[in-house]
């Protein structure tokens, strides 16, 4: 995935005087890339495998999703293997994780149409 500039995850290194809710913010989504790619084991295989379905699946006018989509990095995953006819729906709630996924997909090169939209997927 071609992120956006990222810095090292150290949003939690130091004790909290007080806890407050975990927002997917500014801050985090800068971090994002590191705080993900560290906690979720086999995460690149994950994407990787997203992108093998999305192939397999995905037809001429095919419309996917990727709800939840923080950095857009599945988005992109099934961008690059499917279609340029399929359009990709890429659902976030957080302006701030949207923002740079946004910049993700725009600095990307493939061809498939990918709609953004800030929405709650439980709705």
């Given at each position: 995935m071609n992120a956006?500039?990222?810095g090292t995850d150290t949003l939690f290194a130091q004790p909290l005087h007080?806890?407050?809710r975990f927002s997917f913010d500014q801050h985090v989504a800068r971090v994002f890339a590191d705080m993900i790619g560290?906690?979720?084991p086999g995460y690149d295989l994950t994407l990787h495998m997203i992108g093998v379905l999305a192939a397999h699946f995905a037809q001429r006018g095919s419309r996917c999703y990727d709800l939840g989509c923080?950095?857009?990095a599945s988005t992109l995953a099934m961008r690059h293997?499917?279609?340029a006819s399929c359009q990709?729906?890429?659902i976030d709630n957080s302006l701030a994780?949207?923002?740079r996924c946004r910049d993700n997909v725009q600095r990307d090169r493939a061809a498939a149409?990918?709609?953004i939209l800030c929405a709650d997927i439980q709705q």
């Open positions: 956006t500039p990222t007080q806890l407050q560290r906690s979720v923080s950095l857009g293997r499917v279609p990709l729906v890429a994780m949207l923002e149409r990918v709609d």
